[in-house]
């Protein structure tokens, strides 16, 4: 099927710092959902759409699935199905950090596992290229020297265009960026994780990656969902909350956590949105902020999520309504 004629008519495009790099203001993550596990069709679908709606960066990492690798795997038929003529037009990154293989090389930051676990995710998605290769998480026993000279060697080796860095705090991403400029690939985005429930990023880094010219792509600005509809009233079966294998646990879906959401939603409703729809502007008002990395198990998720963008601009009203909610 071809792709929407008018897909670049949908959304606007920011620019990753003072970078060449533009991705959309909501890109597509793919951490659950594309897995072994998920039905293939899903996910197909939900990646066509996001791309027919102007959506061009799809975040992936070594360790996706589960089975860990098969989100690359199910990625790589993908785009060799549906999008292999429009290879160009695709940004899409990878990151390695997380264990993916046994022994001391399978983890971290080494250079030995950073090269080997690229080579991998080349492989399983059948590609030459990412757009991004990232340092999943900063590794307290390898010196940070390496591990940014292995993404500068990416880079080099052409299979590479651009280098991340994720869940490094405020401190460590000043000591990679000046690294990273000295060997003249500069550091393009840091993706951490960001959202009214999540305000680490607001002690420090933000204004370092402002300061800096550096983008900022952030992770999970629904909370994993909890920023949405999903859990106002109980705890639906096929929520990631129900799920087995998920990283949100149901017992984060307290009766108090619930009132809070209902009070969030009061506000998103009062402005004509949904609470996922009010999360995803709260992440794109500070100007740090490039793009909003969204994840979604259903086609109908993604277009309520693009809705947001309509009525991006949050009044100090009610960023004050908000905070008092969360205080
Ligand atoms: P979100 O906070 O956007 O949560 C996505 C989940 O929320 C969906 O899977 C769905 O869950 C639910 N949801 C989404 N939209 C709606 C909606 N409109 N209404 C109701 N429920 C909705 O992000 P993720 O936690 O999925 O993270 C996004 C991406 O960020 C990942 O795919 C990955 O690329 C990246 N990431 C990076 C990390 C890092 O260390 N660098 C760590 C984690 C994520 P449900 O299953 O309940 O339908």
Redesign the pocket.
């Known amino acids: 099927m071809a792709p929407a004629p008018d897909r670049y008519e949908q959304l606007p495009y920011r620019r990753a710092g003072r970078s060449g790099l533009l991705l959309p203001t909501i890109s ?6 594309f897995g072994s596990v998920d039905p293939f069709d899903v996910g197909r679908a939900i990646v066509l759409r996001a791309f027919d709606l102007g959506i061009t960066h799809f ?3 070594n360790n ?1 699935g589960p089975e860990p690798g098969s989100a690359e795997e199910n990625f790589g038929r993908i785009l060799r199905r549906d999008l292999r003529a429009h290879r160009d037009e695709l940004v899409i990154s990878s ?1 390695a950090g997380y264990r993916m293989w046994p022994g001391p090389y399978g983890e971290w930051g080494s250079r030995k596992y950073l090269l080997s676990s690229l080579d991998a995710s080349l492989k399983r998605m059948r590609l030459d290229y990412v757009d991004v290769f ?1 340092s ?2 900063p590794d307290p026993d390898t010196p940070l020297e390496e591990t940014m000279l292995a993404l500068d060697q990416a880079v080099r080796l052409g299979k590479a265009l651009y280098v991340g860095i ?2 490094y705090d405020a401190e460590q991403t000043t000591r990679a960026i000046a690294i990273l400029r000295e060997l003249r690939t500069p550091l393009v985005l840091h ?1 951490p ?1 960001y ?1 009214m429930y999540e305000r680490s990023p607001e002690r420090g880094l933000l204004e370092v990656l402002e300061r800096e010219g550096v983008g900022c792509i952030v ?7 909890l ?4 859990y106002l009233r109980d705890l ?1 079966e ?4 129900a ?1 087995p294998h ?1 990283y949100l646990e149901a017992s984060a879906v307290t009766a108090e956590r619930r009132a809070q959401l209902n009070r969030l939603d009061a506000i998103a409703r009062a402005r004509g949105q ?1 609470l ?1 729809q009010l999360a995803i502007a709260w992440v794109l008002r500070h100007p740090a902020v490039t793009s909003a ?6 086609v109908s ?2 277009e ?2 693009l809705v947001a963008l309509e009525r991006l601009a949050l009044a100090d009203d009610e960023l004050r309504a908000i905070e008092e909610v969360l205080a």
Do not use: C, I, M
Not at 219 to 225: H, I
Not at 227 to 230: A, D, G, P, T
């Open positions: 597509l993550g793919l951490w659950h959902n975040d992936l990492a996706y990151k990232y999943h998480r994720s869940n993706q994780k959202s992770f999970s600005p629904l909370a994993q969902g920023l949405s509809s999903r639906p096929d929520s990631r909350a799920k998920g949904t996922a990395l969204v994840g979604a198990s259903r998720q993604l309520e999520n």
